[in-house]
């Protein structure tokens, strides 16, 4: 069997679409740096990890070539896909060049994207320059921009019902974007803190702390009881590969004290409900930050009582962060899931719509913690488009994490549609959720709530307060009486 052949074996596995492995194997992709300035690498790193989580055939040219090829090398492996593609090399053409630096990359392709980042800033097309500012936000969130647009770029006709947006011109500050004015490149006290939830996108917000320039201290949990799949590596930015039953908070645990010897960090591999039994109520969470991945799981986080959180997600082609915290008038995070009873969507009938099983088959599975029989694993494949083996004996929980962080996509009119994984929404989630913790470290009062649609331009204008709703446990019965608010 040829490599190429290989190549597609291991995508349509991984997608299971054969459009799908097709169109990821035939396209062509080139990097091309002439910046050896710091923001110019960290854009590379970033840019190399998210594209090469997708697409199989990169070559790198430039100043950073090596690094970037050892980053999306690592990245692949993470993910178990195929990295026979990607090269320290350059060609004639390409589908896609992403040029970082000023140096007009010498190939023909349909997009050249010119990419820039200096600190707070990110910049798409001519405009901007990269720097020596050790800052990772401009680089993360500018990287996660071009790669959602090589995305778009490529499949244009398959995601034209969404109207995606070409950007080839945009300058930005990403403390505007996200509505945190007053975040400052300084020292970070984190103590208090605990990340409830260590998936995709809490993976990208940490990616941020290992390479904040100043020094972070104080005592941080990291609280999840998952090792790490064979499909994380798809979607979680900065994954690195594991071997055997890798606990996802050990591992991050490790990156952490090694990027901050100050930091005390405790990895914590348990269910929320066993952490804060342990813990005991007497001792109140002061920070929370929930990455998790259900409004189920939230409403969970939330009913833990945290004084204040940051709230990071993805769903479908959105993505966006959150901070939380509550007075009896600004919101608190179960505000914003506030179960909707016109609609009467139980968790029943959310998993129903979401895995295509019946109804009873859900509530048992749920109620006993059962894993998935084969029949009930191909039904949900067959309902997302994705292959059959990634859900096989399962716990119905279990199954959701697999199905997140990721849009349907259909390629070819005769093909089922297929679940493809976007790297490039975690990461912009988990920007936006360290801005968040920026913000609220300086600045611990008021809840705010930022969106974006991955496929377009950012906007200033999508970020608001966000007030305590009427129909809210935790604001009416704690959060209002503790701020005297309740008389
Ligand atoms: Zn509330």
Known sequence: MSAFDKNTQALVTQFGSDALAQRLLTTRIGVHTSDSRLSARLLGDVLADCIARLWPNIDFCGVWADRQLQTAESAVLSGSAPGTGLKVAWADSYDVVLQIGDERPPASAPLILRVAADGWMAYLGPEGHCSDEGNPVGPAFAAAIASAQVFRH????????????????????????????????????????????????????????????????????????????????????????????????????????????????????????????????????????????????????????????????????????SRFAPDGDAACLACEYVEDVTAAMDETAEFQLETGLQPQEVRQLLDASGHLTPEQAATVARHRGVPVEKLLDMPLRSVRPVLCASATVQVGADTPPADVPFAFSSLLAGVAGFMMLLSDLRVPQGSVGWNQHVFKAPSKFMHSPRYMRAGCACCSLVYADAAGVNG
């Open 154 to 321: 490529v499949f244009r006709s398959e995601l034209a019902d969404i109207e995606p947006e070409a950007i080839d011109k945009l300058a930005f500050d990403v403390r505007q974007i996200c509505g945190t004015p007053l975040a400052a490149a300084e020292e970070l006290d984190l103590d208090g803190t605990v990340f409830m939830g260590t998936g995709a996108v809490t993976h990208a917000l940490l990616w941020l702390l290992e390479n904040w320039p100043k020094k972070a201290t104080g005592a941080i949990d990291l609280v999840d009881p998952d090792p790490y799949g064979s499909s994380n590596g798809q979607r979680y930015a900065f994954m690195r590969p594991f071997a055997g039953k890798a606990m996802k908070v050990s591992a991050l645990a490790e990156r952490l004290r090694l990027a901050h010897p100050s930091l005390t960090v405790k990895p914590c591999d348990q269910d929320l409900n066993t952490y804060c039994q342990e813990r005991g109520y007497a001792l109140p969470i002061v920070r929370a930050v929930t990455g998790l991945d259900s409004p189920e799981a939230r409403r969970q986080a939330a009913l833990k009582l945290p004084q204040r959180t940051i709230n990071l997600w993805t769903d479908e082609h959105r993505c966006g962060g």
